[in-house]
């Protein structure tokens, strides 16, 4: 395919990503997306294969184009505490700066697709994986460096902030305040700030 | 209606909600509600108007048959720390119980539909108003016992428990492990744990 070609192609799948991920799956027919995207109907048969496989296309590109920027922080090899503690942060600014508040395609899908159909459960559970192992990345270091207490247990933090950025994206998605989800963030912070050595610990383990 | 026609008429519509509780509002069609509740056709259009009218009172139905239950022990006068700590164990075991996770059809709602049918998203945030009402009203009970530090910001510790619960029935949805969603429950604890009064406080303010 051409630079042009496929710069032209990857325009209207981000069309379509932006349809699924206000509307999610079901309520998008491929009428609505040969008129709303300029796919032609035969792209979507032929070069995906079927509606399902044009969302599965979707969620890849979602994963491309708007995870992986919330990833890199934690991605970092140093990666630690204050890196949760931003990335929980930027998904708060991320989530209240639109005005029609759509949540995440990945985790709307987790919750609208994946216990019915194998394929899309296959990509939110690689992106769920990814996602918390991160965390436990950055908690592992965290506890080598003496931020969080030895006893903490990296599994269960791990699970538990995956659990929370699930929360709060459907809490970004549903009619809750601005103000709602600003205080359940703050209550997130609070728990990671609870991992802290207490400061005679960090000092021991510095000294 | 005598007593044996509502009960019938109950029942359909329980199917009805079972149905949209499994699959979301958007993927289960007139034909399907007639094929699978015995409802008939006429009377999705006629006793209810609508497929979206239908689904409205399948959302009220749940929460008298499945929400009310949950909410039960937080709605007692006397609910304080305990009763918080409870309601995350009683749905911690609702949600592993079944074979198919299919989370809390009212928080699906908030994330598939509530965005986009008007209506629908008052049911959504009048469920979410009371459940944080419930949380605040445990919270303001256990400050005023001293259960819970006095400096606690109760509005702010309801925000964060309502969000938590959006998390956990997410994450119940999902395809992570049951062991991911005890540790998601575990860390909840952990931050309810967090707000209580130190030993000495409790005894100062007890004697």
Redesign the interface.
């Known amino acids: 395919m051409r630079t042009t070609d496929r710069k032209r192609s990857d325009a209207k799948l981000d069309q379509a990503v932006d349809l699924f991920w206000?509307?999610?799956y079901?309520?998008v027919s491929v009428d609505e997306l040969v008129h709303r995207t300029g796919l032609h109907r035969a792209a979507v048969y032929g070069e995906f294969g079927s509606r399902q496989r044009l969302f599965e296309a979707s969620l890849r590109r979602y994963r491309e184009r708007v995870v992986a920027a919330f990833f890199a922080e934690l991605e970092r090899p140093e990666a630690g505490l204050a890196a949760i503690e931003r990335f929980f942060s930027t998904i708060l600014r991320a989530a209240v700066r639109p005005k029609?508040?759509?949540?995440c395609l990945m985790?709307?899908t987790?919750?609208?697709v994946?216990?019915?159909i194998r394929s899309v459960?296959h990509i939110?559970?690689s992106y769920?994986d990814d996602l918390?192992a991160r965390f436990q990345h950055a908690c592992i270091n965290a506890r080598a460096r003496g931020e969080i207490r030895r006893g903490v247990d990296v599994?269960?933090?791990a699970?538990?902030?995956?659990?929370?950025?699930?929360?709060?994206w459907?809490?970004a998605?549903?009619?809750?305040s601005t103000?709602?989800?600003r205080?359940?963030v703050?209550?997130?912070l609070?728990?990671v700030d609870?991992l802290r050595s207490r400061s005679d610990d960090t000092r021991a383990l510095r000294g």
Request: aromatic fraction near 10%; proline fraction near 4%; charge should be neutral.
């Open positions: 206000d509307r999610g079901y309520d029609k508040r759509i949540g985790i709307n987790a919750s609208e994946s216990p019915n459960a939110v559970s769920l918390r599994d269960q933090v699970d538990y902030l995956l659990g929370s950025v699930l929360g709060f459907t809490l998605r549903s009619p809750a103000s709602t989800l205080h359940y703050q209550g997130v609070t728990f609870g």
